[in-house]
T-cell receptor, first 114, second 109 residues
Framework: DSGVTQTPKHLITATGQRVTLRCSPR?????VYWYQQSLDQGLQFLIQYYNGEERAKGNILERFSAQQFPDLHSELNLSSLELGDSALYFC?????????????FGSGTQLSVL | GDSVTQMEGPVTLSEEAFLTINCTYT??????LFWYVQYPGEGLQLLLKATKADDKGSNKGFEATYRKETTSFHLEKGSVQVSDSAVYFC????????FGKGTRLHILP
């Protein structure tokens, strides 16, 4: 058990809808990262938050947004969903924001857009 | 921009065989390098890391050496087990973490 909790584990929805994925980091970790894992694109970095502030941005679509709350949990919002958004979405956390930080990953949320 | 390229899978080996999974990178700075492993139905776990040139990371019988001259970080294990069957991701971290696409490893008993 990594200590990172993601909910829900599975999500099935329709095109055009909006969903929210939730992540609770390990106790004491200040950074939260979001990744999308699809069969053709591999693991893609979406965005990182550190202590409530956006720290780094990757290949995140404009239809997607995220935030980190004062209690350090994070939510990833996906809107106007398309079939191609179906993927496994991982959250990870680390204690700080440095380059040698060890990341701890949650088990992921499997999103299926029908 | 920075990138990571790793060998395409799947890789299928018999138990006790020697394993190499190739990984090369491009980076403008001096990144740290990582190997992560994803077992079926689970999230990723850090397997090993190296933070500077010529460093060797090792864990659970796996090794990888940070080779700046060849921009490589190949993963090796001398004798694989069925329990090593998983997806392996090479990654680098400069200002953000970038992963390779992953290599699925099947070990046959």
């Amino acid at each position: 058990d990594s200590g990172v909790t993601q909910t829900p584990k599975h999500l099935i929805t329709a095109t055009g809808q909006r969903v929210t994925l939730r992540c609770s980091p390990r106790s004491g970790d200040l950074s939260v990262y979001w990744y999308q894992q699809s069969l053709d694109q591999g693991l893609q970095f979406l965005i990182q938050y550190y202590n409530g502030e956006e720290r780094a941005k990757g290949n995140i679509l404009e239809r997607f947004s995220a935030q980190q709350f004062p209690d350090l949990h994070s939510e990833l919002n996906l809107s106007s969903l398309e079939l191609g958004d179906s993927a496994l979405y991982f959250c990870a956390s680390s204690a700080g924001q440095g380059g040698n930080e060890k990341l701890f990953f949650g088990s992921g949320t499997q999103l299926s857009v029908l | 921009g920075d990138s990571v390229t790793q060998m395409e899978g799947p890789v299928t080996l018999s138990e006790e065989a020697f394993l190499t999974i190739n990984c090369t990178y491009t980076a403008t700075g001096y990144p740290s390098l990582f190997w992560y492993v994803q077992y079926p139905g689970e999230g990723l776990q850090l397997l090993l890391k190296a933070t500077k040139a010529d460093d060797k990371g090792s864990n659970k019988g796996f090794e990888a050496t940070y080779r700046k001259e060849t921009t490589s970080f190949h993963l090796e294990k001398g004798s694989v087990q069925v329990s090593d069957s998983a997806v392996y991701f090479c990654a680098l971290r400069d200002d953000k973490i970038i992963f390779g696409k992953g290599t699925r490893l099947h070990i046959l008993p």
